[in-house]
């Protein structure tokens, strides 16, 4: 293909990556993201549904905790766009690619930590799962990405599980 000012462009269809290479990691990171979709969806209700002495607190932690989770939705996503595949996008397909259980009963504060606690853990597993599939094709954006996902995830565990200690 010609431009306006006769440069000969090649017209490479993405994906870039090697196909199959790039197909495991779009899928590798489809599931991270539909993790996340669910967790921050279940996160944001807990915020709402909250109640007991430590209101506050939650109402407060379940806040920052879902702001985070919506903010990497969409790097998440963006980073299976620039592999040059689909992102998901339905909660049927979220469904379908989560390791999460939906939570529709409504639980006490103690039980939604303990949830949200094991649901960050699940979380965790899967990031790792998709990190080593991202090393295996030197995908080093991708690699970079999980990583810190990793750490969002850890992060928030050891704060849940803080919650739920023994003083
Ligand atoms: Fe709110």
Known sequence: M????????????LPRVEDKDGQRVADAL????ADTFVLYLKTHSFH????????????QMFEEQYNELW???????????????IAPGSYEEFNRLTYLQESPV???????????LRDH???????????????TTVDAPTEDLL???LAAHE?????????????
């Open 155 to 167: 992060k928030a565990a050891w704060m849940l599980r803080s919650l739920l200690a023994e003083e």
């Open 48 to 59: 709402w549904n909250v109640t007991g002495p430590m209101f506050q607190t939650l109402h």
């Open 106 to 116: 409504a639980r006490n504060a103690s039980g939604m930590i303990a949830e949200l």
């Open 30 to 33: 489809s599931n991270v993201l």
């Open 71 to 85: 903010l990497a939705v969409d790097v998440i996503a963006e980073r299976i766009r620039s592999l040059g595949f």
């Open 147 to 149: 990583t810190q996902r």
């Open 121 to 135: 853990e699940t979380t965790a597993r899967t990031a790792r799962s998709a990190l080593a599939t991202a090393r």
């Open 2 to 13: 010609s431009t306006a000012l006769g440069i000969e462009m090649k017209t490479t269809a």
